[in-house]
């Protein structure tokens, strides 16, 4: 199983930036998919997952989605703050998990991309 992260970059406060997480070896359809982050110094955070659930720092701001036919989950996030610095992951847990923003609660995960927010 592999799932590969990727779309981070350096960008200004305000911006936007779309990360991209494409899985391969799993059914993936079988699987919730989630991202987390994890900034200098700090344990790792729940952002998004399942389509619905969002952390409250992010809400309005992010938007989780997947497709199916590509086997992809995406992350858009706009109106970038310097608060979102940090090493986005990429996650699958079975679907029969209801913990969607624990991250003990996942069994796959993606190597992660950086996306620095400068002020």
């Known amino acids: 199983v592999q799932l590969q992260a990727s779309g981070g970059g350096f960008v200004q406060a305000g911006d936007s930036l779309r990360l991209s997480c494409a899985a391969s070896?799993?059914?993936?359809?079988?699987?919730?998919m989630a991202w987390f982050r994890q900034a200098p110094g700090k344990e790792r955070q729940f952002v998004a997952a399942?389509?619905?659930y969002y952390t409250n720092s992010v809400k309005g701001r992010f938007t989780i989605s997947t497709d199916n036919a590509k086997n992809t989950v995406y992350l858009q996030m706009n109106s970038l703050k310097p608060e979102d610095t940090a090493v986005y992951y990429c996650?699958?847990?079975?679907?029969?998990?209801?913990?969607?923003?624990?991250?003990?609660?996942?069994?796959?995960w993606g190597q992660g991309t950086l996306v620095t927010v400068s002020s």
């Open positions: 399942d389509g619905a």
């Open positions: 070896g799993l059914t993936f359809t079988a699987y919730h």
């Open positions: 996650a699958a847990r079975w679907r029969n998990s209801a913990y969607y923003n624990v991250p003990d609660a996942y069994t796959y």
